[in-house]
């Protein structure tokens, strides 16, 4: 069963056409990455699927939901089956790990402050944080533990879809592998299907399922990364030299 289809979508920015005409399936439970050179439009698709951006034409359903034409009560309900990762991890400098993962549990529900707490501390402990990681700011931890705030934040609401934004982007290689393990392991514990925009090719070979590649406007490419060698495209062949 799919979780997110893209039919047709074009997008433009003024005189800028980013997409022309994208097409793309992500089945439940897999590990699907955006690839493509800087400026092709891979981050834009990612904002539009989590209706960050709109788009000009075509269609997005996410969930059996399309989010071209969904009524804002819908929208509300949707947008709690997901978490994002940002790129930067865009966790609030003001606030504690703690309170940024906390942030979406206090906005838009009911929980004890007790039971907020009880939450928090297990998914700092599910992304491999320490507890007395909770009292730091984001300007007191490094980038690996920026980029695991901010997934347990994007985890605090139990979603079905993870959103990840070059997510191994700044760390250091052991951190990175470490990073790749910790989505693997996620995906099976927690049942996610996860979207994750990357360059990073060691990331890519070590935990996607399925990747669709854009270049030129387009999708050159979808399918696995072992039949990759199959395209014909320039892009493609460049790319997994």
Not at 7 to 29: A, C, P, S, W
Not at 59 to 73: Q, T, Y
Not at 94 to 111: C, F, G, H, P, Q
Not at 118 to 134: C, P, R, Y
């Amino acid at each position: 069963m799919s979780a997110i289809r893209v039919r047709d979508v074009r997008t433009v920015f003024g005189t800028k056409v980013v997409h022309d005409g994208l097409n793309l399936t992500i089945n439940d439970g897999e590990i699907y990455g955006l690839l493509g050179p800087s400026g092709c439009g891979k981050t834009t698709l990612l904002r539009e699927m989590v209706m960050l951006e709109e788009f000009d034409d075509g269609s997005i359903d996410i969930l059996g939901h399309n989010v071209r034409n969904i009524k804002e009560k819908d929208a509300q309900k949707l947008r709690r089956e997901w978490g994002v990762l940002f790129q930067s991890g865009a966790l609030f400098s003001s606030l504690s790990i703690r309170d940024n993962i906390a942030l979406s549990l206090v906005e838009y529900t009911d929980l004890s402050a007790a039971m907020i707490e009880e939450v928090v501390q297990f998914k700092i402990s599910l992304v491999g944080l320490k507890s007395s990681d909770a009292d730091l700011f984001p300007s007191q931890i490094s980038g690996g533990m920026n980029k695991k705030a901010g997934l347990a934040r994007a985890l605090c609401m139990d979603p079905k879809l993870l959103f990840l934004d070059e997510p191994t982007s700044g760390l250091d290689p052991i951190s990175a592998r470490e990073f790749d393990e910790l989505i693997l392991k996620l995906r099976s514990l927690l049942g996610l299907t996860i979207v994750m925009v990357s360059h990073d090719l060691e990331s890519i070979y070590d935990t996607v399922d399925k990747v669709a590649i854009i270049d030129e406007k387009k999708i050159v490419y979808e399918g696995t990364i072992a039949d990759v060698k199959s395209s014909k495209n320039q892009f493609v062949q460049t790319f997994f030299k």
